[in-house]
């Protein structure tokens, strides 16, 4: 009899022992999962001076507000660029489509800036050229007309 007692004793201490270890390790939450790595900001990251590709850039995270200077298209290809804002930044509140040297005031207030085809573009203290009168344009318009009607007649 004593021989049980002491078998049941020994399995009481057993099993608590075994739950005293086990109860602690319930109550506390297991450890977070090691933090993925994430690219850390470089030194020089932020908003850019100078834009090198085709794309849509955020003015004021992607690159500074300012005036910038291409020496035109590349590739052969006309260069096309437009500035977006308003409301919902999807405003067009200026673009061109050149094969000439261009310079593009894009303003803090801007949301976006797209370029197509355009060399490298750098923020210059050059000013954009003047606007062209009306009737700059509309000579340029009579200049074309005049080329077109000038060609001659289809062979038939």
Do not use: H
């Not at 850019?48 to 003015?59: F, L, N, Q, W």
């Not at 096309?80 to 405003?91: D, L």
Request: proline content about 13%.
């Amino acid at each position: 009899m004593r021989c049980r007692r002491t078998m049941i004793l020994a399995t009481a201490v057993l099993a608590a022992g075994a739950l005293s270890v086990a109860a602690p390790a319930a109550a506390d939450p297991a450890a977070p999962p090691a933090p993925s790595e994430t690219a850390a900001p470089k030194p020089g990251d932020g908003p850019k001076t100078s834009i090198e590709e085709d794309g849509t850039y955020a003015v004021g995270t992607d690159i500074v507000p300012g005036n910038y200077a291409s020496e035109g298209p590349r590739d052969g290809s006309p260069c096309y660029w437009k500035r977006s804002g308003g409301e919902n930044g999807t405003e067009t509140l200026d673009n061109a489509l050149t094969k000439k040297p261009a310079i593009v005031v894009i303003a803090p207030t801007d949301k976006s800036f797209r370029t197509t085809s355009c060399q490298t573009w750098r923020l210059t203290d050059q000013a954009p050229p003047p606007p062209r009168s009306p009737w700059e344009i509309l000579g340029g318009i009579g200049q074309m007309a005049g080329r077109v009607g000038s060609a001659p007649p289809p062979a038939g």
